[in-house]
């Protein structure tokens, strides 16, 4: 890169870091303001909100037998719609919010999933939000009627569901309307022990002044990572599943534009985008498939190998991009443990007489330890996959803490310093450590996806492989 | 810290899992039909063409020289022929010539000859034909001689001197 363009660079991400922190300055005072619009939005609706709850409760409302709590919905629903709406907070259950800078969660909060699309905090863009609770069926519905503001917590509440943090929550304590859209105020959370000594994090939603306990998704990891399954699934197309999407079509778009370009011309030089996938096309093939898996059989798995290696390329390139929502897809741990789960299927279906032999009963050692090595391998198969499922997510997951914690130290320094000058002195050492971050990202996403290809390439190998004895 | 008990990214939620299954085996499905192998089947041909045309060149460069060699070794017999040619045919035209002179003396020397033989053959017809004459005139002279009846000898002696004075070879 040449000095000009370094410097064009650098005033442009100080304008950028300067947006950022008048954005923080104004997040401050903006949770009121949210509060404030989102009121007018309420009475604008009010009629609509107040029907819906009424055709809800005659037709829906009542299939599960959740009577009681049904009726108490019904009388909060017209209590809200007559005077609730500046009683949401009525005990100062909100009032309590530090308006400190907290690292930690807003890393979490920006490497996390959600069901909205946030680019930085000016942009939100709504995403089809599909929810499904046992008792009471699907719901399909534009996360917009959530109406979030900052921090992408709601403040509306959707057929009995919430945003906290960009994500869909379900209120499970009784007397919370759960029907139509209604107003409520802040969230809270608390910090008990479960039964097992483990801390556990339990939020609320402020509404009329009362705390209702919220269910956070189900999650299939029976606890271990603090979830579990609870009183409602979401399959929404949240911004994980919707960057996904949009990378997916734009790499087939490319790779569709420079497969046309070998039908048309089969032996003219490549050029342009062409040219750039065939180096890295020619380079997965000739470096990874071939070496690992062999001249003979590779075909039958270049396009599995080249799939994993572009998508996970192209989805860990696109969390790079700055202020396109720094989505975390590769670096979440449901994405690559599915496609661990892919490379587990596809190398253990492939694998030979040989391969099974290896690891059930080795050749060639003493038959006493045959069991041994047999109980290795074996809890090899499940390793192997486990360990690229961790790789890739934590590498990925950490890149993305390590440039927002860069980042946020414009407004750390704003806290200890105070006021516009402390952002400023941040800013000034947020930017290089930044760059360089974001540099060595770029590499990372590109070792990590090699890492992982070349891998399950290694794998398959292993798995195919014809031995001589 | 209460964030890090509820580490959201690594919790496995199930849509996420369902859709990121799903897109992933779209994309494989997809790619591998419309993108992944029509390309690396372009890339192994436009290979296995690059190789046979340098295969191909290669041939076609031995072809040459072996032409070449060929061409030289043919023209180096051609020279020798032609130099073998011309010397034979120095050789013909100087036996020619030398062939042609000695015929052309021996023919001359027989015209000598042929002239000596007639010159000889002339000469002594020439003679015989003089001595025909000569005794013709002499018996002309004699009878001229005898009719005048011998009148006086001198009268005699001059006739015979102018007689004589007559005859005159040639």
């Given at each position: 890169?040449?000095?000009?363009?370094?410097?064009?660079?650098?005033?442009?991400?100080?304008?950028?870091?300067?947006?950022?922190?008048?954005?923080?300055?104004?997040g401050?005072?903006?949770?009121?303001?949210?509060?404030?619009?989102?009121?007018?939005?309420?009475?604008?609706?009010?009629?609509?909100?107040?029907?819906?709850?009424?055709?809800?409760?005659?037709?829906?409302?009542?299939h599960?037998?959740?009577?009681?709590?049904?009726?108490?919905?019904?009388?909060?629903?017209?209590?809200?719609?007559?005077?609730?709406?500046?009683?949401?907070?009525?005990?100062?259950?909100?009032?309590?919010?530090?308006?400190?800078?907290?690292?930690?969660?807003?890393?979490?909060?920006?490497?996390?999933?959600?069901?909205?699309?946030?680019?930085?905090e000016?942009i939100?863009?709504?995403?089809?939000?599909?929810?499904?609770?046992?008792?009471?069926?699907?719901?399909?519905?534009?996360?917009?009627?959530?109406?979030?503001?900052?921090?992408?917590?709601?403040?509306m509440?959707?057929?009995g569901?919430?945003?906290?943090?960009?994500?869909?929550?379900?209120?499970?304590?009784?007397?919370?309307?759960?029907?139509?859209?209604?107003?409520?105020?802040?969230?809270?959370?608390?910090?008990?022990?479960?039964?097992?000594?483990?801390?556990?994090?339990?939020?609320?939603?402020?509404?009329?002044?009362?705390?209702?306990?919220?269910?956070?998704?189900?999650?299939?990891?029976?606890?271990?990572?603090?979830?579990?399954?609870?009183?409602?699934?979401?399959?929404?197309?949240?911004?994980?599943?919707?960057?996904?999407?949009?990378v997916?079509?734009?790499?087939?778009?490319?790779?569709?534009?420079?497969?046309?370009?070998?039908?048309?011309?089969?032996?003219?030089?490549?050029?342009?985008?062409?040219?750039l996938?065939?180096?890295?096309?020619?380079?997965?093939?000739d470096?990874?498939?071939?070496?690992?898996?062999?001249?003979?059989?590779?075909?039958?798995?270049l396009?599995?190998?080249?799939?994993?290696?572009?998508?996970?390329?192209?989805?860990?390139?696109?969390?790079?991009?700055p202020?396109?929502?720094?989505?975390?897809?590769?670096?979440?741990?449901?994405?690559?443990?599915?496609l661990?789960?892919?490379?587990?299927?596809?190398?253990?279906?492939?694998?030979?007489?040989?391969?099974?032999?290896?690891?059930?009963?080795?050749?060639?050692?003493?038959?006493?330890?045959?069991?041994?090595?047999?109980?290795?391998?074996?809890?090899?198969?499940?390793?192997?996959?486990?360990?690229?499922m961790?790789?890739?997510?934590?590498?990925?997951?950490?890149?993305?803490?390590?440039?927002?914690?860069?980042?946020?130290?414009?407004?750390?320094?704003?806290?200890?310093?105070?006021?516009?000058?402390?952002?400023?002195?941040?800013?000034?050492?947020?930017?290089?450590?930044?760059?360089?971050?974001?540099?060595?990202?770029?590499?990372?996403?590109?070792?990590?996806?090699?890492?992982?290809?070349?891998?399950?390439?290694?794998?398959?190998?292993?798995?195919?492989?014809?031995?001589?004895? | 810290?209460?964030?890090?008990?509820?580490?959201?990214?690594?919790?496995?939620?199930?849509?996420?899992?369902?859709?990121?299954?799903?897109?992933?085996?779209?994309?494989?499905?997809?790619?591998?039909?419309?993108?992944?192998?029509?390309?690396?089947?372009?890339l192994?041909?436009?290979?296995?063409?690059?190789?046979?045309?340098?295969?191909?060149?290669?041939?076609?460069?031995?072809?040459?020289?072996?032409?070449?060699?060929?061409?030289?070794?043919?023209?180096?017999?051609?020279?020798?022929?032609?130099?073998?040619?011309?010397?034979?045919?120095?050789?013909q035209?100087?036996?020619?010539?030398?062939?042609?002179?000695?015929?052309?003396?021996?023919?001359?020397?027989?015209?000598?000859?042929?002239?000596?033989?007639?010159?000889?053959?002339?000469k002594?017809?020439?003679?015989?034909?003089?001595?025909?004459?000569?005794?013709?005139?002499?018996?002309?002279?004699?009878?001229?001689?005898?009719?005048?009846?011998?009148?006086?000898?001198?009268?005699?002696?001059?006739?015979?001197?102018?007689?004589?004075?007559?005859i005159?070879?040639?």
């Amino acid at each position: 890169m040449t000095l000009p363009n370094v410097r064009y660079l650098t005033a442009f991400l100080i304008i950028i870091a300067l947006v950022i922190t008048s954005l923080n300055l104004d997040g401050q005072h903006s949770r009121t303001k949210d509060l404030e619009s989102a009121t007018k939005h309420e009475l604008n609706h009010d009629h609509d909100g107040h029907d819906h709850s009424h055709d809800g409760h005659d037709h829906s409302g009542h299939h599960h037998g959740d009577s009681h709590k049904g009726h108490g919905n019904q009388h909060d629903a017209h209590a809200g719609h007559n005077h609730g709406h500046n009683v949401a907070d009525q005990h100062g259950l909100c009032a309590h919010h530090d308006t400190e800078y907290d690292p930690t969660g807003t890393a979490i909060h920006h490497i996390s999933d959600g069901n909205i699309y946030s680019i930085l905090e000016a942009i939100r863009i709504p995403l089809p939000t599909f929810l499904y609770a046992p008792d009471s069926g699907w719901e399909f519905f534009m996360s917009s009627k959530f109406k979030a503001g900052h921090h992408e917590d709601g403040h509306m509440s959707h057929n009995g569901y919430v945003m906290h943090h960009g994500s869909a929550y379900r209120v499970v304590d009784p007397g919370f309307p759960m029907e139509g859209n209604h107003l409520h105020a802040c969230f809270t959370h608390k910090t008990s022990l479960d039964e097992k000594g483990k801390e556990k994090v339990t939020n609320y939603v402020v509404y009329k002044g009362k705390e209702y306990q919220l269910d956070a998704r189900s999650t299939f990891d029976g606890g271990l990572l603090g979830g579990g399954i609870t009183s409602f699934y979401d399959f929404s197309i949240s911004k994980n599943v919707l960057s996904m999407i949009l990378v997916a079509l734009l790499l087939f778009f490319l790779f569709r534009k420079a497969a046309k370009a070998y039908q048309r011309n089969p032996n003219a030089a490549p050029s342009g985008i062409q040219n750039l996938l065939e180096t890295v096309f020619m380079f997965i093939r000739d470096e990874v498939a071939i070496p690992f898996i062999g001249e003979k059989k590779y075909m039958k798995f270049l396009p599995f190998l080249m799939s994993l290696f572009f998508f996970i390329l192209g989805l860990n390139l696109w969390g790079q991009v700055p202020f396109l929502g720094s989505t975390n897809v590769t670096g979440n741990l449901t994405f690559t443990m599915i496609l661990a789960v892919i490379v587990f299927i596809v190398v253990n279906i492939n694998g030979n007489k040989d391969y099974w032999k290896h690891i059930f009963w080795m050749p060639g050692v003493p038959v006493f330890v045959k069991p041994v090595l047999a109980a290795v391998e074996g809890l090899g198969l499940l390793i192997k996959p486990l360990t690229l499922m961790l790789r890739l997510a934590g590498n990925i997951s950490a890149g993305h803490i390590a440039i927002l914690s860069f980042i946020g130290l414009i407004f750390i320094f704003g806290d200890i310093f105070g006021g516009l000058s402390g952002n400023i002195a941040g800013t000034a050492m947020s930017i290089p450590l930044t760059m360089f971050m974001m540099a060595l990202e770029i590499i990372v996403a590109f070792v990590q996806a090699f890492v992982f290809t070349i891998l399950t390439a290694s794998y398959i190998g292993a798995a195919t492989e014809e031995h001589h004895h | 810290m209460a964030f890090l008990i509820s580490f959201t990214p690594f919790q496995p939620t199930f849509g996420l899992a369902f859709w990121s299954l799903l897109i992933f085996l779209l994309f494989w499905g997809l790619m591998a039909k419309y993108a992944f192998r029509p390309i690396a089947e372009a890339l192994k041909k436009r290979e296995h063409d690059i190789q046979s045309s340098m295969d191909e060149a290669k041939l076609a460069r031995q072809e040459m020289s072996n032409l070449k060699a060929e061409n030289d070794k043919l023209a180096a017999v051609a020279r020798e022929e032609r130099t073998a040619l011309l010397n034979e045919a120095k050789q013909q035209r100087d036996k020619m010539i030398a062939d042609a002179k000695d015929q052309a003396k021996a023919e001359a020397s027989k015209i000598m000859q042929t002239a000596q033989t007639e010159i000889e053959a002339q000469k002594i017809a020439a003679k015989q034909s003089l001595k025909a004459e000569v005794g013709t005139m002499a018996l002309d002279i004699a009878e001229q001689v005898i009719r005048k009846d011998l009148k006086n000898d001198s009268a005699q002696v001059d006739l015979v001197n102018s007689l004589v004075s007559n005859i005159k070879l040639n």
